[in-house]
């Protein structure tokens, strides 16, 4: 047990601070690269192609900071291994946008800040990893004990309101518990110093990426409700995404096209009737992988693809190795019966039977179905039932904390898995 005896303290290192980081970012990154150019070139100054880069490079830096940050507080992400993706992403969007319109700008002012940028949190994710680990206080009482098993955390289990613990980021309580007052009173003296207090259930869905669904009362369907603001931008994003995406492989898909009929009898596509928003039948769109009219058994059996599925064709399992058999789902998003991010659908018959034998399961359906999701990327494919309960506290945790930052995260970590084509089936 890590018991210490001085001062609860939430100050952390200047180096945690989102000003210091962000300022020093735009110093280091973008003001920088420009006295160098200035230094070299006085009427440099006066261009206006080094004031269009710097502006630009401005927003891209802002851009790519806000959503390193946000994209680091979701559960299982090393925010190092994100940092390069997501600048590349902020600054290719920008400069493209600039590309496009035609803006004169520098290249080595826009080079030399995507460089320095990324350097720059590299280097402080580097330091800041080993500065101090993150420290929870954990108030004895109610279900706590399940914290025990979580990693990524420094706990102090403390036995009496009078243990304090020095440089603490949090306190965490359960908040169902029947706590006496000495303890209530610790909790508000520890609210009022300005050091966060969190429900158990909170940390733990936060550490898991997974929300527990045994009893709908717990998360309130109001706080499980998707933002409805987002859910239509995201469908015109995915609306005009999936609309270049076909134009522009559609000499691809034509070639996939026939590889596949010259590898095995039958359509190129498979079609399937699957659930998804709002709990509607529609008929889903892939390449199809397996031989026709293949296998034995019942339509549950038929519809649950095994691993080395000895139904699957030469050509399918090149095509399910890099996803590749997903992209006429495009055709789907188009229709709006999809999303690129989302729960996986499942096959009608399959998803009656899970909603036989599982709580709440129907759910999942508040959101369009996605090519890929966060269950997909925790989880792989699953077929059992206990599985896929498991899979629904991850489809929950995706609808609870539903927002463009956990979609780029989800992005990353599909691109991530398909280049080498590990977790297909």
Same mark, same amino acid.
């Given at each position: 047990?890590?018991?210490?005896?001085?001062? /609860? =303290?939430?100050?952390?290192?200047?180096?945690?601070?989102?000003?210091?980081? %962000?300022? $020093?970012?735009?110093? &280091?990154? !973008?003001?920088?690269?420009?006295?160098?150019?200035?230094?070299?070139?006085?009427?440099?100054?006066?261009?206006?192609?080094?004031?269009?880069?710097?502006?630009?490079?401005?927003?891209?830096?802002?851009?790519?900071?806000?959503?390193?940050?946000?994209?680091?507080?979701?559960?299982?992400?090393?925010?190092?291994?994100?940092?390069?993706?997501?600048?590349?992403?902020?600054?290719?969007?920008?400069?493209?946008?600039?590309?496009?319109?035609?803006?004169?700008?520098?290249?080595?002012?826009?080079?030399?800040?995507?460089?320095?940028?990324?350097?720059?949190?590299?280097?402080?994710?580097?330091?800041?990893?080993?500065?101090?680990?993150?420290? /929870? =206080?954990?108030?004895?009482?109610?279900?706590?004990?399940?914290?025990?098993? %979580?990693? $990524?955390?420094?706990? &102090?289990? !403390?036995?009496?309101?009078?243990?304090?613990?020095?440089?603490?980021?949090?306190?965490?309580?359960?908040?169902?518990?029947?706590?006496?007052?000495?303890?209530?009173?610790?909790?508000?003296?520890?609210?009022?110093?300005?050091?966060?207090?969190?429900?158990?259930?909170?940390?733990?869905?936060?550490?898991?990426?997974?929300?527990?669904?045994?009893?709908?009362?717990?998360?309130?369907?109001?706080?499980?409700?998707?933002?409805?603001?987002?859910?239509?931008?995201?469908?015109?994003?995915?609306?005009?995404?999936?609309?270049?995406?076909?134009?522009?492989?559609?000499?691809?898909?034509?070639?996939?096209?026939?590889?596949?009929?010259?590898?095995?009898?039958?359509?190129?596509?498979?079609?399937?009737?699957?659930?998804?928003?709002?709990?509607?039948?529609?008929?889903?769109?892939?390449?199809?992988?397996?031989?026709?009219?293949?296998?034995?058994?019942?339509?549950?059996?038929?519809?649950?693809?095994?691993?080395?599925?000895?139904?699957?064709?030469?050509?399918?399992?090149?095509?399910?190795?890099?996803?590749?058999?997903?992209?006429?789902?495009?055709?789907?998003?188009?229709?709006?019966?999809?999303?690129?991010?989302?729960?996986?659908?499942?096959?009608?018959?399959?998803?009656?039977?899970?909603?036989?034998?599982?709580?709440?399961?129907?759910?999942?359906?508040?959101?369009?179905?996605?090519?890929?999701?966060?269950?997909?990327?925790?989880?792989?494919?699953?077929?059992?039932?206990?599985?896929?309960?498991?899979?629904?506290?991850?489809?929950?945790?995706?609808?609870?904390?539903?927002?463009?930052?956990?979609?780029?995260?989800?992005?990353?970590?599909?691109?991530?898995?398909?280049?080498?084509?590990?977790?297909?089936?």
């Amino acid at each position: 047990m890590n018991v210490a005896t001085s001062t /609860l =303290v939430g100050s952390r290192h200047f180096l945690f601070r989102i000003r210091f980081q %962000l300022i $020093g970012g735009l110093t &280091f990154a !973008i003001v920088a690269p420009a006295l160098i150019r200035i230094a070299f070139k006085p009427d440099a100054v006066y261009v206006a192609n080094l004031q269009v880069t710097v502006a630009a490079a401005v927003i891209a830096h802002v851009a790519g900071f806000l959503a390193y940050r946000r994209i680091g507080n979701f559960p299982g992400v090393a925010a190092a291994s994100y940092i390069l993706p997501t600048f590349v992403l902020s600054y290719g969007l920008v400069f493209l946008t600039i590309f496009f319109f035609r803006f004169e700008y520098s290249r080595f002012q826009a080079a030399a800040s995507f460089t320095q940028s990324t350097l720059w949190y590299f280097g402080l994710s580097i330091i800041t990893r080993h500065l101090e680990p993150y420290r /929870l =206080v954990v108030i004895p009482g109610g279900n706590v004990e399940r914290l025990r098993t %979580l990693p $990524g955390v420094h706990w &102090f289990w !403390i036995t009496s309101p009078g243990t304090v613990i020095e440089r603490a980021n949090g306190v965490v309580v359960d908040l169902r518990a029947d706590l006496d007052a000495e303890w209530e009173r610790y909790i508000a003296d520890r609210a009022l110093s300005g050091t966060p207090v969190y429900h158990v259930k909170q940390v733990s869905e936060s550490l898991t990426g997974r929300v527990e669904i045994e009893h709908l009362s717990e998360n309130t369907l109001g706080s499980l409700n998707p933002n409805q603001a987002y859910l239509k931008i995201k469908q015109a994003i995915d609306w005009i995404s999936a609309l270049v995406m076909i134009v522009a492989l559609s000499p691809f898909v034509v070639l996939i096209a026939l590889l596949i009929r010259l590898d095995s009898e039958g359509p190129v596509l498979f079609r399937q009737p699957r659930i998804g928003y709002r709990g509607r039948t529609y008929t889903v769109y892939k390449f199809r992988s397996m031989r026709q009219q293949a296998g034995i058994g019942s339509d549950k059996d038929k519809a649950i693809t095994k691993r080395d599925d000895d139904r699957i064709t030469r050509i399918g399992r090149f095509l399910r190795k890099f996803r590749i058999d997903e992209l006429p789902q495009a055709i789907n998003i188009l229709r709006g019966e999809m999303s690129w991010i989302g729960p996986r659908p499942e096959a009608v018959v399959l998803s009656h039977w899970y909603e036989a034998e599982l709580p709440f399961y129907r759910y999942r359906h508040i959101v369009r179905p996605g090519v890929s999701g966060w269950a997909q990327v925790n989880q792989g494919h699953v077929a059992a039932v206990d599985d896929v309960m498991e899979k629904l506290h991850y489809d929950f945790y995706y609808i609870k904390n539903f927002s463009p930052w956990l979609d780029v995260l989800i992005t990353l970590r599909t691109i991530k898995t398909m280049i080498p084509g590990h977790g297909a089936r």
